[in-house]
């Protein structure tokens, strides 16, 4: 990132090709529509292109970069629940589900139920459960403290464990 | 039944990877925005230069004069600081210490504006006149604060500190324009700002950002 902002457009690419398979994973799981992950990874890597002023320097760029990929996805939410006529939840979650999982129609319970959480902890919980980050690195990435964190991925476990029955013992 | 969560992970699809990579190389052309730094540093002088400005014309009008200077100096040192607190919020990385001494200090100079007028007498002039001058004052203000709230993500500080700055130029005036009491500047003055602020957070809600940097 530092070579990018000193002008270096090949680190740009560098950059792209080492984040963004998992940017789009976690734009997917947030807004359950592959092509509107897509549109939104764009939207993410075209933010730090014209941003690139705003990184600190001394700070992780991963955290950067998924904070505005977060910022990006809230915002894609939000008019979604503005313009509910336009979303198909059947037809997103079918495309949003082909994970590396063996079993697809568990994929699709699980994010199903996440789309039942709210956004807060929607990130909460793919960060931390499919990402494996940890409250610190998402404290850091999404500018709130790391109890902040704690809090919105328990109450989500707790959400999911409602929602996912019995698959509840690993949410806890 | 055990679950792998790692495996929730999605595999993308190469030739959308690869649409969008291309697309984000005919981007790299784009300019960026410029440094924050500079951009607020040019911002806090055009704002206070702008207040300052417009102060001297009225002086030179006769509107007020000198000694009321020394009187206002309280009301005008701490509009100041949160006309600079405010671009720094506006413009600058989030930080939660700063978002939360802007806070402080724009509950602090509203207060400041209502307990230091102790010099303030009746007026003539119907009320809402200081009201509707002080929101006309925010109007070019809040325009410019839009161009700078695109370049970053939307917060609820952000838009708060938008119409805060945008209130400012009223406020100010109003302290050297304005004689009537300290009532008057909590009934009229006041409601004005935050009725700027209000338009500021509000019309940030909506806005169609180039960047969801922080």
């Not at chain 2, 992970?9 to 291309?22: G, N, W, Y």
């Amino acid at each position: 990132m530092k070579r990018f902002c000193q002008g270096d457009t090949a680190a740009f690419d560098e950059l792209y090709t080492r984040h963004s398979a998992t940017v789009h994973g976690f734009l997917t799981r947030m807004v359950g529509d592959r092509s509107l992950a897509e549109d939104l990874l764009q939207t993410t890597f075209l933010s730090v292109l014209r941003a690139r002023n705003r990184f600190d320097p001394d700070a992780k760029f991963s955290s950067w970069l998924y904070a505005i990929a977060a910022n990006a996805a809230r915002d894609a939410l939000r008019k979604r629940a503005r313009t509910p006529e336009d979303f198909h939840p059947s037809e997103v979650i079918e495309q949003a589900t082909a994970s590396t999982m063996t079993d697809p129609s568990l994929s699709k319970r699980i994010q199903h139920a996440l789309e039942q959480l709210p956004i807060a902890q929607r990130e909460a919980v793919i960060l931390h459960r499919i990402y494996g980050w940890t409250f610190e690195q998402m404290a850091e990435a999404l500018g709130e403290n790391p109890n902040t964190m704690r809090v919105r991925a328990h109450r989500a476990d707790a959400r999911l464990r409602e929602l996912l029955g019995d698959l509840a013992e690993d949410t806890r | 039944m055990s679950l792998d969560w790692s495996k929730l992970q999605t595999t993308p699809d190469p030739s959308a990877m690869a649409r969008v990579r291309a697309s984000l190389q005919e981007s790299l052309q784009q300019p960026s925005f410029a440094p924050w730094r500079e951009t607020l540093t040019k911002t806090a002088l055009f704002l206070t230069g702008s207040t300052a400005l417009l102060l001297a014309a009225t002086l030179a009008l006769g509107q007020w004069n000198l000694p009321l200077l020394g009187l206002r100096s309280t009301t005008l040192s701490l509009l100041v600081i949160v006309q600079v607190v405010s671009c720094a919020v506006l413009i600058a990385p989030p930080k939660r210490k700063l978002n939360l001494a802007f806070a402080a200090m724009l509950v602090l100079t509203m207060l400041g504006l209502v307990v230091f007028r102790y010099d303030g007498h009746s007026s003539t002039t119907p009320p809402w006149v200081c009201t509707l001058s002080h929101l006309s004052l925010s109007v070019v203000p809040l325009l410019l604060t839009r161009s700078l709230l695109r370049q970053a993500a939307v917060t609820a500080y952000r838009g708060i500190a938008s119409g805060a700055l945008a209130g400012t130029l009223g406020a100010t005036l109003g302290e050297f324009l304005c004689g009537q009491n300290a009532e008057h500047v909590a009934l009229f003055h006041l409601p004005a700002w935050i009725l700027a602020i209000g338009v500021g957070l509000f019309s940030s809600r909506n806005l169609r950002v180039e960047s969801y940097a922080p």
